[in-house]
């Protein structure tokens, strides 16, 4: 009988330098010249979800996209809530469809807070209830030199987009939300280890993993588990239209790993997180840094 081959982690995707054009924002998948992987090839699911249903923001693409497809292949139904991504939004509905599970789009700006209560509440009129609540949803400006060049209409948008969407949305989900369910919001390694280049978005980030903290000793009590992944460098249009062409080349370089993480390293971590096996697991940060630490 033949042993199962390894394969050395830094050597699995693509390392930079990244032939990749900067975007504006919002960052879209289907106009990046390296693409981003979700999984589409490699997940396969193990009935880990199967017929709950699941309401994920920033769908669209990236890490959100990876998550939706890892999601139905699992068994879960997906609402695809995004900004104005159409064509990448179509593209997570149809791979979500093909895995045999029903889906819907929703395009809101989560800056407004009537919009997010719609988003919940379309969720619900499509499928009944919301099982998992993943606030993966971000804003993030282009890189600065200096802090102080940070305006205040920005600052702001990051704000609503990346922290008071969150509390919306679970204030507005958690009536919809049974004993077992999960709510997994996205934070960041700049939690930790903040850029003062993209330091609004530093600041969001830590403040989901507090809100995260608090918001999982309250919501225990109605059997329903919070908590945070901290990702590291990924590979996603966030990516594209943040950075210039230089930084964008040599994205994940400094990374232990040499290289970014691709968004389908990223999805089992939600799938475990949103899964009766981590029954246990609540107010935790769930890092996939590559070995940078968090704190």
Known sequence: ?????????????????????EQ?????????????????TSYRGHGRLKDRVALITGADSGI?????????????????????EHEDAKET?????????KAILIAADLAS???????????????????????????????????????????ERTFRVNILAMFRLVQKAVP????????INTSSIQSYQPSSSILDYATT?????TFTKGLAEEVIEKGIRANTVAPGPVWTPLIAQSFDEEKIKSFGKNSPMKRPAQPAELAPAYVFLASDEASYVNGEVLGVTGVKPLG
């Open 64 to 84: 959100g996209r990876a998550v939706a497809l890892a999601f139905a292949r699992e068994g879960a139904d997906v609402a695809i809530a995004y900004l104005n």
């Open 205 to 209: 980030k830590g403040a989901i993993v």
């Open 113 to 155: 807070a009537p919009e997010c209560a719609r988003v919940v509440d379309e969720t619900v009129r499509a499928f009944g209830r919301i099982d998992i609540l993943v606030n993966n949803a971000a804003f993030q400006g282009k890189s600065v030199e200096s802090f102080m060049e940070l305006e205040d209409e920005r600052i």
């Open 93 to 101: 509905k149809r791979v979500v469809e093909e895995a045999g599970r």
């Open 1 to 21: 009988m033949t042993a199962a081959r390894t394969r050395d982690p830094k050597e699995k995707h693509d390392k930079p330098p990244f032939d990749q054009k």
């Open 24 to 40: 504006s924002p919002p960052g879209h998948q289907e106009g990046m010249q390296t693409k981003p992987d979700f999984g589409e």
């Open 176 to 183: 919809h939300m049974k004993p077992g369910s999960s709510i």
